[in-house]
Nanobody, 123 residues
């Protein structure tokens, strides 16, 4: 499975961005897709996840109500709509996939990774 993230950029606090993650290859083997982010000098953290075959989603508490994860199976693409962005959302955002359909939030639980897209939120 190959993943490619896009859509990052520079935005002012309170603004919005939509990230995309396109998947190719054996996409049916990825049961759960997720977004992670890594700020400078910080560990990579789980942001949101979605089951590829259903509508179940999961979010880290700091983005609940502001971010929405979704997917378009026909296009093999996952999205992260980010609203009300804050400076603390500044990070490189990565999309990831795993075969097991149980929820997981550790970096080590995901076998497939995109290259990352940078998001900068200015105050």
């Amino acid at each position: 499975v190959q993943l490619q993230a896009s859509g990052g950029g520079v935005v002012q606090a309170g603004g919005s961005l939509r990230l995309s993650c396109s998947a190719s290859g054996r996409t049916l083997s990825t049961a759960v897709m997720a977004w992670f982010r890594q700020a400078p000098e910080k560990a990579r953290e789980f942001v949101a996840g979605i089951r590829w075959s259903g509508s179940s989603t999961d979010y880290v508490s700091s983005v609940k109500g502001r971010f929405t994860i979704s997917r378009d199976n026909a296009k093999n693409t996952m999205y992260l709509q980010m609203n009300e962005l804050k400076p603390e959302d500044t990070a490189v955002y990565y999309c990831a996939g795993r075969v097991d359909r149980t929820w997981a939030s550790l970096r080590s639980d995901y076998a497939y990774w995109g290259q990352g897209t940078e998001v900068t939120v200015s105050s």
